[in-house]
């Protein structure tokens, strides 16, 4: 049977694979508010077609850190004091980018949208960037100590390694954003983002060998589930060139699936690399944290296990139901709230 | 600098911030999913517009309330990693519960609710405000056990120097959570009433749309008065359950440092020398301190020396009195401005059962109710300074102190830019939130309802590139 630490793990994993998928286009399309839109009208379009998701689509990271906290409570304390000044800035990043989207258009001041829509684009850029910097970390390994401590030093957490890592993110989120915006908009609007994701396509690719040759080199996950991940790693890059085929062949909504996919495999690569370990050290093996060391009582995994099987299917349902009750394309003519 | 008192200003200034709009959420959203009701059942236009126009101001206030939040959940780890250590265990899960439970479904149905007016049917959006309104508050109990296991810990056993979980049922119905929770939530659904009141008095006085604030008052009025009843009842049970489990919080939030005598009386107020221990210039209500921690005309109250002398013996040399001043005032406080809602509450009722509101002008009365919309937020914000304040030492009473707490990884000067930054942010966003708050206000229900239609119906038109 399913051991309960590797249940909570793949848990874990599923909230962050979801949170990259979901608020990945979020980010993208934050982005593309400013990369994409010539003007206010529509920004607001772009903003609106994420009006309804952005904020449950947020909860996905609450709900990981909290299964963090709660499953595997020094993985959570370890990372989240570890990262300290990079988490500061991804929760103010947050902070202003969720109330700019709500407080936009609530003044009609030119300085006023201005501002909240610098708010925005960096809010929606510095969170892929971060988490992508965090998640090489974790592969790359980072000085924890034996009291599972972990004081980096600022070239641990950013160096060439990482910085590949947090731009393949960030650029990741971008096309699955514009590839999202093809879904929800219509026009020229809708032609422009198809375009934008079409030449990205060779950069986004570029980045994804680029970070995995490195993760090859300088990591051992490769050594340690060379098999799966080369396995994954083939599916990933089917999943890319089809993309490829389909944005170019216009055929949106498989598009988006596979910029999706492309996520979901990447996610799923670092976390089959990681396992059992969540956190490599590099002072010792024996100091990585692991799923079993890091991990809360049988008792505690055993009742959150119940709890978190129980809800998890009605989460998914009425998160379902509210795509569908807004599967509507936005236009000019939407009534736009943001 | 030094890392505990830093670690605990920046927990302070966070929480303290967050919990100004919590409350305001919680309430306003109970409120206005009773007026959408009213429009359902009655079909009368007029409550849907007060729906509208309430919730312009709910989603200014919770947006702010979900940003602040999710720092509240990362900041546990990031400046008291040791904590999250030793209690993640059993402290972790109801917070993974409030998400899986509460956030998802709270941020799910108010987008629905926002943007759903035409594409669901009536009852359908209604069930969403319902259950936007219903997510709030399960988050608010699953927080609240939380933080109960803090002030009371149950549920659990020690293990590898860890506390380990091994009774999920009796960490959710913890005594202390069971009264802790209905205070802190009709407190808040007084908050959100006291809010709409107070605004509603504010535009009657402006003689501006009269009919529809009367209505908005009388709701508000309604929820005011039987919320703040309730509060007072739970408090009550709080104090009682205080007086068993946290003695020495009692012992400070009152100022008694030597066991008092048998019956107890209370102490209105007092100058207290912490230093010499003792008080002077004490005013006294004979009985009344018996009666408020045991129902009875008798019993004494332990106080602060005899309970030092106990937790020395108990959990070795150290300080065990919390800062008695910040705990015996910020009790007063909250009792004074709670006192002070109850008789605004009453005579808001009584005029609105009397049909006097708008017939007779009652001036002074709605320049109080203007007013009145600060005193739930002194009354939340002080009963959270005395319940933590009053714990200290500790962070889990009698298990860890807050000094042990902290994140051993993370220097002064990180936090000393973190506090920096959030406290800047806070303030802008303090500001902006007010400015809104003003604005939508002044503008009122019927300008904000043509000013939708004319984006709406006209893209094209300049208003509609600029909106």
């Known amino acids: ?338 | 600098m030094d890392m505990v008192f830093l670690s605990r200003l920046q927990f302070a200034a966070t929480t303290i911030f967050h919990f100004f709009f919590v409350p305001i959420s919680i309430g306003l959203v109970f409120i206005i999913a009773i007026m959408e009701s009213f429009y359902v059942k009655t079909g009368n236009e007029e409550y849907k517009k007060m729906a509208k126009f309430w919730g312009k101001l709910f989603l200014i206030n919770f947006v702010i309330g979900i940003v602040t939040g999710i720092l509240q959940e990362f900041q546990f780890g990031m400046n008291w990693s040791n904590y999250s250590r030793f209690v993640g265990d059993v402290f972790g899960a109801p917070l993974a519960v409030e998400a899986l439970l509460a956030f998802f479904m709270e941020s799910t149905f108010i987008g629905l609710w926002i943007f759903g007016w035409d594409r669901l049917s009536k009852k359908v959006h209604l069930l969403c405000i319902w259950l936007t309104a219903l997510g709030t508050t399960i988050s608010a109990f699953w927080i609240l056990a939380a933080n109960s296991f803090m002030q009371h810990p149950v549920g659990f056993e020690l293990n590898n120097g860890r506390a380990e979980m091994n009774d999920f049922f009796a960490l959710i119905t913890n005594g202390q959570v069971l009264v802790e929770f209905p205070h802190t939530v009709f407190a808040a659904f007084a908050t959100g009433a006291f809010l709409v009141t107070g605004i509603s008095a504010y535009k009657i006085l402006r003689k501006q749309e009269i009919d529809f604030f009367k209505k908005s008052f009388q709701i508000g009025i309604t929820v005011a008065l039987i919320s703040t009843f309730l509060v007072l009842v739970a408090g009550h049970a709080q104090a009682q359950y205080l007086v068993e489990t946290q003695p020495m919080k009692m012992a400070a939030s009152e100022g008694l440092w030597e066991t008092s005598e048998d019956p107890a009386p209370w102490t209105v107020v007092a100058n207290i020398d912490v230093e010499k221990k003792e008080n002077s210039a004490e005013v006294k209500i004979p009985y009344l301190l018996s009666i408020l921690s045991y129902n009875t005309l008798d019993g004494s109250v332990k106080g602060m020396n005899e309970l030092q002398a106990e937790y020395v013996q108990q959990y070795g040399e150290g300080d065990y009195i919390p800062p008695v001043k910040t705990t015996f005032w910020s009790f007063r406080i909250m009792v004074a401005a709670g006192v002070a809602m109850i008789l605004l509450a009453i005579y808001g009722v009584y005029l609105g059962w009397k049909k006097k509101l708008v017939s007779k002008p009652n001036k002074w009365f709605y320049r109080m109710m203007v007013a009145g919309i600060s005193l739930p937020i002194i009354a939340n914000t002080s009963g959270w300074i005395m319940t933590e304040i009053g714990r200290q030492p500790w962070t889990v009473f009698g298990l860890m102190t807050t000094e042990d707490s902290i994140s051993p990884s993370v220097s002064a000067g990180q936090v000393l830019f973190s506090i920096i930054s959030f406290c800047t942010i806070y303030t802008i966003l303090g500001v902006i939130m007010v400015y809104l708050f003003v604005k939508v206000i002044k503008k009122g229900p019927y300008m904000m309802e043509k000013e939708d239609t004319k984006i709406n119906n006209d893209p094209f038109a300049k208003e509609g590139f600029h909106a």
Request: proline share 3%; aromatic share 16%; hydrophobic share 55%.
């Open chain 1, 1 to 338: 049977m399913l051991e309960l630490n590797t249940l909570w793990f793949i848990l874990v994993a599923v909230l962050f694979i979801g949170f990259f998928f979901l608020e990945g286009f979020d980010f993208g399309v934050g982005m593309s508010t400013q990369l994409l839109a010539k003007n206010d009208l529509e920004r607001r379009i772009l903003i609106n077609s994420i009006g309804p998701f952005w904020d449950a689509n947020e909860v996905w990271l609450i709900t990981a850190g909290g299964a963090m906290f709660a499953a595997f409570p020094h993985w959570y304390a370890t990372m989240f004091s570890g990262f300290y000044t990079p988490l500061v800035v991804v929760l103010l990043a947050l902070i202003v980018r969720a109330t700019g989207f709500e407080l936009r258009a609530k003044d009609n001041h030119p300085a006023w949208k201005k501002a909240w829509d610098i708010c925005i684009f960096l809010g929606s850029l510095l969170p892929p960037l971060l988490f992508g910097v965090v998640f090489a970390c974790f592969m790359q390994g980072l000085p924890i100590d034996k009291n599972m401590e972990l004081n980096a030093g600022f070239f641990d957490i950013v160096n060439y390694y990482t910085l590949t890592g947090g731009l393949t993110v960030l650029v990741l989120c971008l096309v699955h954003g514009l590839v999202f915006t093809t879904l929800r908009t219509v026009g020229d609007l809708q032609d422009r983002a198809r375009n934008m994701a079409q030449k990205l396509l060779p950069l986004l690719g570029v980045l994804l060998t680029l970070f995995s040759a490195l993760t090859y080199i300088k990591t051992d996950i490769f050594k340690e589930r060379g098999l799966i991940l080369s396995f994954i790693f083939s599916l990933g890059v089917i999943a890319f060139v089809v993309g490829g085929f389909f944005i170019s062949r216009k055929m949106d909504s498989w598009a988006f699936g596979m910029t999706g996919s492309v996520i979901a495999f990447s996610f799923i690569s670092i976390f089959i690399g990681l396992f059992p370990r969540v956190m490599v050290s590099s002072i010792s093996d024996t100091f990585s944290l692991t799923i079993h060391n890091a991990a809360s009582g049988h008792y505690s995994l055993k009742v959150m296990t119940i709890v978190a099987l129980t809800l998890l299917p009605f989460v998914l349902g009425y998160q379902v139901w509210s795509y569908y009750v807004f599967r509507k394309r936005i236009t000019e003519k939407s009534h736009l709230e943001y």
